[in-house]
């Protein structure tokens, strides 16, 4: 069970990434799914997420220039404009519930992160 993130990189503020999170093949859905990020020295926050019947939710600080998404049952997106050095850190997508395609429940499945810096 796994989740694979990509899209980091370098850019400079002001620039725009988007990031991809998608399953393994082995999971059937994933629920309950969020971006969080990991900036050197700091704790592990949350930027986005997003609910079945409840909707998004994100950090006051990236209101209004991150949008979350997902377009089927295994991926998950971070749509990021206007970037600044201060989002600069290593972003990582969660799933609270996942369920496998032999049936199997797995609870709190993390992504391996992807590194995003902001920088000019």
């Known amino acids: 069970v796994q989740l694979q993130a990509s899209g980091g990189g370098l850019v400079q503020p002001g620039g725009s990434l988007r990031l991809s999170c998608t399953a393994s093949?082995?999971?059937?859905?994933?629920?309950?799914v969020a971006w969080y990020r990991q900036a050197p020295g700091k704790q592990r926050e949350l930027v986005a997420s997003?609910?079945?019947?409840?909707?998004t939710n994100y950090a006051d600080s990236v209101k209004g220039r991150f949008t979350i998404s997902r377009d089927n049952k295994t991926s998950v997106y971070l749509q990021m404009t206007d970037l600044k050095p201060e989002d600069t850190a290593v972003y990582y997508c969660?799933?609270?519930?996942?369920?496998?395609?032999?049936?199997?429940?797995?609870?709190?499945?993390w992504g391996q992160g992807t590194q995003v810096t902001v920088s000019s």
């Open positions: 997003i609910i079945r019947d409840i909707g």
């Open positions: 093949e082995s999971i059937f859905s994933i629920n309950s």
């Open positions: 969660y799933a609270s519930e996942a369920w496998t395609r032999d049936g199997n429940r797995r609870l709190g499945v």
